[in-house]
């Protein structure tokens, strides 16, 4: 029987921080929690650390290499090569403590097919298979263009059938697709609807990519269980207004602001220009984040990782930094990736709470005084058992 007892100056539960405690694992799950260590446990002790669930990234894309067109690349590449490059991004995620992640957007399939063949050691993948977008939409390349009511329908059904736990739809353009319009939708309120109600009579959620508020408002009124970035543009800026915050927080919709980004990368002059383009900026994240959060929206926290290389693998932390500087509190941010995040994917993960998936995360310091404390890793745990870094054994 494999028991360890984890023991830190402090716990974030999913919730709430607490004091010095134990948290007991046994067999790949949660114990219990303790404010001693019971006699002939295994103790794993960070003096002045923090235990916390596991984190949880919602929005990333396992086959881009984090490189220059690295979506854009992916058609050219061989089966091994995705392989690859899935197993990759997925150490680099566990390395900074993210235990499980929610693959929105792949090519034909490939990390589902990847998935199957079950590599043990890796965080869990969550997944949606290739976007459904409009014929030559937002990441058209990806195989998964429809049009019409019923071709969106077949393509439900064909993720379905390939295994997706989650549908992803592009509800409106995106800034990397040349050709496709940020500020407009991809398809009509009917198609969209029916792509909906498939998936629901699937039993699968289905999220939508909307940068536009026209989008945005479209994916509401059809039902979507969640909204990717949620941008809110128009040609006159970022509109939201109260009638749009209390329809999304009434129908309990999960909004993914993929905030975060490598400050070391110097992102070249003609991204920006897209960017700028396209209304998206920083500072209009950011606020857009603060206001859907003060508004009661479910935020849940997502990197867009592996998209290019502002937005590697492994960036979560940086992530949750920008929540934090959006105005959210260390404890908002945190349940974003934790708790939150793991209701919204349906899974028993992302609380330190007795009867659930021992996936922790023990870091140095506190990050309910210093969110950055998140990229100071002492130890990963996937179902109890330790990935990455080392505490101190005793």
Not at 63 to 73: E, I, K, N, Q, T
Not at 213 to 242: K, M
Request: aromatic share 2%.
């Amino acid at each position: 029987m494999n028991r360890i007892a984890l023991k830190a100056d402090r716990t974030f539960d999913g919730e709430r921080f607490s004091g010095p405690g134990v948290v007991l694992v046994e067999d790949g799950k949660i114990a219990g929690v303790a404010a001693t260590v019971p006699s002939d446990w295994q103790v794993q002790e960070v003096p002045g650390g923090t235990i916390l669930p596991g984190l949880i990234d919602a929005h990333v894309h396992l086959c881009a290499d984090s490189g220059p067109g690295a979506l854009d690349r992916l058609p050219q590449t061989s089966e091994g090569d995705l392989a690859a490059t899935i197993e990759q991004s997925l150490r680099i995620h566990l390395a900074a403590g993210v235990t499980t992640v929610r693959d929105l957007g792949d090519h034909n399939d490939a990390v589902l097919s990847w998935r199957a063949r079950g590599v043990a050691g890796l965080p869990h993948v969550v997944a949606a298979g290739a976007p459904i977008t409009s014929v030559g939409g937002h990441c058209w390349y990806l195989g998964g263009e429809a049009a019409g009511v019923e071709q969106l329908e077949a393509a439900v059904r064909v993720r379905a059938e390939a295994g997706a736990d989650v549908i992803k739809i592009m509800a409106s353009g995106g800034a990397m697709t040349p050709g496709s319009d940020t500020m407009s939708p991809q398809f009509t309120g009917d198609e969209l609807r029916a792509a909906v109600n498939q998936a629901h009579d699937l039993g699968l959620p289905i999220t939508a990519h909307a940068h536009a508020l026209s989008a945005v408002r479209q994916a509401l009124e059809a039902g979507v269980d969640g909204i990717e970035h949620c941008t809110c543009l128009t040609p006159d800026g970022v509109r939201i207004d109260a009638d749009l915050l209390d329809g999304l927080a009434a129908a309990g919709i999960a909004v993914c602001a993929t905030l975060g980004s490598d400050p070391s990368i110097v992102v070249p002059p003609e991204v920006l220009e897209m960017a700028a383009k396209s209304g998206i900026s920083q500072a209009g994240l950011q606020q857009t984040t603060r206001r859907l959060y003060d508004g009661g929206v479910r935020i849940v926290a997502g990197s867009d990782g592996g998209i290019a290389p502002p937005k590697p693998h492994g960036l979560l932390p940086a992530t949750l930094a920008e929540y934090v500087l959006a105005g959210l509190s260390e404890v908002a941010a945190l349940t974003a990736a934790t708790s939150t995040a793991a209701e919204v994917l349906g899974l028993r993960k992302g609380r330190v709470r007795p009867g659930y998936d021992a996936d922790l995360l023990v870091v140095k310091g506190d990050p309910a005084r210093d969110i950055s404390a998140l990229t100071a890793v002492a130890a990963v745990y996937l179902a109890g058992e330790a990935h990455s870094g080392s505490a101190e054994l005793r």
